[in-house]
């Protein structure tokens, strides 16, 4: 998948960069308007990542852009502003979603691959690891096929794992993903290891193997 | 003491020493010329008298009504001529004495020294002191009113600009957009003063302007170096590490986090106070609360908090929904971090309040702290302390009011969302140990 990241702030790029490329996309850096216009126009990407604070411009300057020129792409729009005006402006303009900095890397991925799973014709609702099948339209949940009875923030833990395997993920991402917002200014994260342990003992219970370890001090990883 | 009185004070001040003054100098300079028109008057009587004798015409006929002595003298003409004698004396059937005046003149005719005294009676000068000083008092009175009156109603009119300015500054704020704009007036005196107020409130929303977008701009720059630092330390954490890495890396990600949400609470309430958000609108503050609640029941939950509460339905309020979430969840939040190990958190919603209530050792600050910024309650070094300071902006911007008691072991906040309600709350007496503090809006 190929992947054009819109953000002039270069060691932010990168990071982006180094984290998406392991997980197999295709990435290409852009550090302004002009630069990101040019490509778009030369070439086709699946997704677009865009700062809206960019040196020569407005990332909704290259959104209207994207829409005229009928680019068809994912886009997920990169703003220091997490308020709403912002955000509302830049989903009217044609943007699928919207991520405030500073943003977790595992965050921005799981974000991606749900784009892509919700606007792409090739992207299957059905994501496996091994025995475990996600379903993401019926938020269902199956080891060796047998439904497993879970919320719906276990199963989308269970997705945020999955998508994000093999990656370490601190509790901090995982609270975020899973509540947003509501835990800024939470200090202690432990609630999440009760969260990590309920969603173990379900696996289990259903025969599945516990794909997901503890990395000491760090937080969790799913390990296939 | 207000100017007008200062004024009308020093002005009868001045009216009490001068007047008595005056009427002493006036008294002083009727008397003497009184006496003097006298004198003249006898002198002429005297003369008229001595002018008959050097005819040889009989007197008797002149002097007979008139109380006049002819006597010779031996010898020559004293030095002193004429002669002026002023005594009081007792005129038969009055009461009072009078003055009498004696003008004794000499003349020398054909080689005989005359003496010619006459005299008169007439009211003693400081008999009609009295008066004098009866009209002094009056007149002290009647100016001492008048004085005081016209300053009343002179005030009134002289003072209105300087009323109508002082209105505007009390009305005005720097959060509002609005510059000051002051009526002139035909005093000049207050028109610089308006002039200069005028100036001076510009500047200071110039330069609170300047502030506020710094601020603002500030908390936004910052997230990109804060998002550069979060994403390198989770590549990090991707890597091999020991136990020891990863303790720091742990605690650098928290501190990354806890300077983002300084950041995020900072910009948010630059926005507040920039009043960027439309509150018209009416919102179903009820489902908003309530999902909030539920969010927040899991965290409490893990603590053993038993959450219970009691909302209505159906309530509308006008607010931002954003807002309102906030409102909430920064509430929730307090009420989790400041309670205790099975403790108890009752949430209440009606149309006119929505009251959180939690169990919960004392704050150790001052309670009209407990909404400043970064002022935390204990010094349990959780949260930013910037969350009730948002509660407090939002209810400003959305003009309703807060409070915080606490009663019974338990701290109870509670947002009133109109203030007909609150007013009439006040009117309960209220238990002495209740402490309540209620932030008005600015």
């Known amino acids: ?224 | 003491m207000k100017l007008i009185n200062k004024i009308s004070l020093w002005f009868l001040c001045i009216i009490l020493v001068i007047t008595p003054v005056t009427m002493a100098i006036s008294h002083a300079g009727i008397k003497r010329k009184m006496i003097e028109f006298e004198v003249r008057r006898l002198l002429s009587v005297n003369d008229r008298v001595a002018s008959l004798l050097q005819e040889g015409r009989p007197v008797d006929d002149f002097i007979r009504d008139r109380e006049i002595e002819i006597a010779t003298v031996r010898g020559p003409v004293p030095a002193t001529n004429p002669q002026v004698i002023k005594r009081p004396g007792k005129v038969e059937g009055m009461r009072e004495q009078e003055l009498a005046l004696f003008v004794a003149s000499y003349y020398p005719l054909n080689g005989i020294v005359y003496k010619v005294t006459s005299h008169n009676y007439f009211i003693n000068p400081n008999e009609f002191f009295s008066s004098m000083f009866i009209t002094l008092l009056w007149k002290m009175l009647l100016v001492s009113i008048a004085v005081l009156i016209s300053a009343r109603i002179l005030s009134r009119i002289l003072f209105r600009p300087f009323k109508n300015t002082m209105e505007a500054i009390r009305h005005f704020n720097i959060r509002q957009k609005q510059t000051l704009q002051l009526k002139r007036s035909s005093t000049r005196e207050f028109n610089e003063l308006n002039c200069f107020i005028e100036t001076m409130t510009n500047k200071a929303m110039e330069e609170y302007a300047t502030a506020r977008e710094f601020s603002e701009n500030a908390s936004h720059e910052l997230q990109t170096p804060l998002a550069v630092l979060r994403t390198k330390t989770e590549l990090l954490t991707q890597t091999s590490l020991d136990s020891q890495q990863a303790g720091l890396i742990e605690h650098m990600q928290t501190e990354i986090s806890k300077l983002s949400n300084i950041t995020k609470s900072l910009v948010l309430l630059a926005r507040l106070e920039n009043q960027e958000f439309n509150t018209r609108e009416k919102i179903k503050f009820c489902r908003i609360a309530k999902n909030v609640i539920e969010t927040y029941a899991y965290w409490a939950d893990l603590k053993n908090i038993t959450v219970t509460h009691n909302t209505g339905s159906q309530i509308f309020i006008s607010i931002h929904p954003v807002l309102a979430d906030i409102l909430v969840a920064n509430l929730m939040r307090n009420a989790i971090r400041y309670n205790e190990e099975n403790g108890l958190i009752h949430v209440e919603l009606t149309a006119d309040y929505f009251r959180i209530s939690n169990t919960g050792a004392p704050v150790t600050i001052p309670h009209k702290d407990l909404f400043r910024r970064f002022k935390k309650g204990s010094q349990k070094n959780e949260g930013v302390g910037l969350g009730l300071a948002i509660v407090k902006q939002i209810c400003e911007v959305c003009n309703f009011r807060v409070s915080y008691a606490y009663v019974e072991h338990r701290h109870i906040f509670c947002v009133y969302f109109n203030e007909s309600y609150l007013s009439e709350l006040d009117m309960i007496p209220s238990n002495s140990s209740f402490q309540r503090v209620v932030f008005a809006e600015a």
């Open chain 1, 1 to 224: 998948m190929k992947i054009l990241i819109v953000e002039d702030n270069s060691a932010l790029s990168a990071s982006v960069r180094d984290y998406l490329e392991a997980e197999h996309f295709i990435c290409t850096c852009a550090f302004g308007v002009d630069d990101a216009r040019e490509k778009l126009s030369l070439f086709t990407y699946d997704f677009v990542l865009l700062d809206m604070m960019l040196p020569d411009g407005d990332g909704l300057e290259l959104l209207r852009f994207i829409k005229t020129e009928k680019i068809i792409a994912n886009i997920l729009i990169i703003s220091a502003r997490d308020a709403l005006d912002d955000k509302i402006k830049g989903l009217e303009g044609g943007a699928d979603d919207y991520i405030t900095k500073p943003f977790h890397l595992p965050e921005l991925h799981a974000r991606l691959r749900a784009m892509y799973r919700r606007n792409s014709l090739q992207g299957s609702h059905i994501i496996t690891a091994n025995e475990i099948e996600l379903n993401t339209n019926t938020i269902e949940a199956r080891v060796h096929a047998v439904l497993l009875d879970i919320t719906p923030k276990e199963f989308d833990l269970l997705l945020y794992f999955i998508v994000n395997k093999d990656r370490v993920l601190s509790r901090q991402a995982i609270a975020t993903h899973l509540w947003g917002d509501y835990t800024d200014n939470l200090a202690n994260f432990d609630f999440i290891y009760q969260h990590i342990k309920n969603l173990r003992k379900k696996i289990a219970a259903a025969g599945g193997n516990d794909y997901i370890e503890t990395v000491y001090g760090l937080g969790y990883r799913f390990k296939l």
